[in-house]
C-alpha cells in the first residue's frame, strides 16, 4: 500500500531529536524524504534543559535511513535567515524538490512575569517567532514556484490560552498562530496552505525542563498551575501524536484545509 507522502519532500527545523525527530520518523514511514535542520547547540540564555547537539542530529538521520528514505541534514540557527535559505536551497537541489514545511525549532524558558532578563525574553521571541516567519520566508518561493504545497508552524496550547510563568513563550506562540493566518490568506493564491498545530504535555527534553521548574516558579502561587491540567488520564503524551496530526496537514488528504489551529492536547485548551 502506498505511503501517504511517496514521493514528497518535507523540511523541518528542530529535527534532531523530540517532535522534531518524531515527525522526520513519522513522514518518512509514509514515504516522505527530509531535509532536516537543527541548531545542534546550546543556546546560552537556556540553561532549564541541555540544548540538542549534532550527535542528536546524527540519530535522526540514521532512523529516516533506516526506513529507507533519503534525508538531509544541515546545522543552521533558524534566526539566520540567510543559512537558513542556503540549506533549504541545497537540500531542494539534492532531493529534486518541496512539498511541505514543518516549522518546529522553538526554546522555552520558565520564569515568573517580572523574572525574565531582557536576552532571555528576546532569545524566546527571535527563536520561536521570528525563526517561524524566517523558515516561511526560505521555503515559501520554492513553493510557490512549484505550484503549491503545505505547511505547519508548530505553536502550542499556550499559543491558544495564557500560560502563567510562561510570558515569552505564551506571547510567541500567539504570534505564531496569528502569523499563520495571514500567512495562510495571502499565500491561498499560491494553492499553500498554512495551519498551525498546538502541542499540549509532549515527553520532549523541552518540556520536561519547562515542568521541572515550574512548581518552584510558581511558589506562592500555585493554585495557576491548574492552567496546565487536561482531561487525559496520562500526564504527557508521545510526540508521536503530534506528528499524526503533522502527516495529515501535510497530505493531500488536507487539501481544504487551511488556517486551521489544531489542538492536540488531551483538552487542554477546552477550558
Keep these: 500500500m502506498a505511503g501517504r507522502m511517496d514521493g514528497k519532500v518535507v523540511v523541518i527545523t528542530g529535527a534532531a531529536r ?10 518518512a514511514e509514509e514515504g516522505a524524504d527530509i531535509i532536516a535542520v537543527d541548531i545542534c547547540e546550546p543556546i546560552p540564555s537556556v540553561t532549564q534543559y541541555d540544548g540538542a547537539t549534532p550527535e542528536d542530529l546524527r540519530e535522526t538521520v540514521r532512523l529516516v535511513e533506516a526506513l529507507d528514505r533519503r534525508i538531509v541534514a544541515e546545522r543552521a540557527d ?8 542556503e540549506v533549504v536551497r541545497e537540500g531542494v537541489a539534492e532531493l529534486g524538490r518541496l512539498d511541505g514545511v514543518v516549522a518546529n525549532a522553538g526554546i522555552d524558558i520558565v520564569r515568573p512575569w517580572d523574572g525574565f532578563t531582557e536576552q532571555e525574553f528576546r532569545d524566546v521571541i527571535d527563536v520561536n517567532l521570528f525563526g517561524t516567519r524566517n523558515t516561511v520566508l526560505a521555503t515559501a518561493p520554492v513553493l510557490v514556484e512549484a505550484g503549491g504545497g503545505s505547511m505547519v508552524l508548530v505553536s502550542s496550547s499556550l499559543g491558544l490560552k495564557g500560560g502563567p510563568f510562561n510570558l515569552a513563550y505564551t506571547a510567541s506562540k500567539f504570534a505564531v498562530t496569528g502569523m499563520a493566518k495571514t500567512f495562510a490568506a495571502e499565500l491561498g493564491k499560491h494553492r499553500i496552505r498554512v495551519n498551525t498545530v498546538h502541542p499540549g504535555p509532549v515527553n520532549t527534553h523541552m518540556a520536561r525542563g519547562a515542568r521541572a521548574h515550574l512548581s518552584g ?4 502561587n500555585e493554585a495557576l498551575l491548574a492552567t496546565y491540567a ?5 500526564a504527557e503524551m508521545d510526540p508521536t501524536m503530534i506528528s499524526h ?4 496537514l501535510l497530505s493531500d488528504e ?8 489544531l489542538a492536540i492536547d488531551g483538552g487542554n485548551t477546552a477550558f
Design 18 to 27: 523530540g517532535q522534531g525527530r518524531a515527525h522526520a520518523v513519522r513522514l
Design 78 to 85: 533558524v534566526r539566520d535567515l540567510a543559512r537558513l535559505t
Design 217 to 220: 516558579v510558581a511558589a506562592g
Design 230 to 234: 487536561n482531561f487525559h488520564p496520562d
Design 245 to 248: 496530526a503533522v502527516v495529515y
Design 254 to 261: 488536507s487539501t481544504w484545509t487551511t488556517a486551521l489551529a
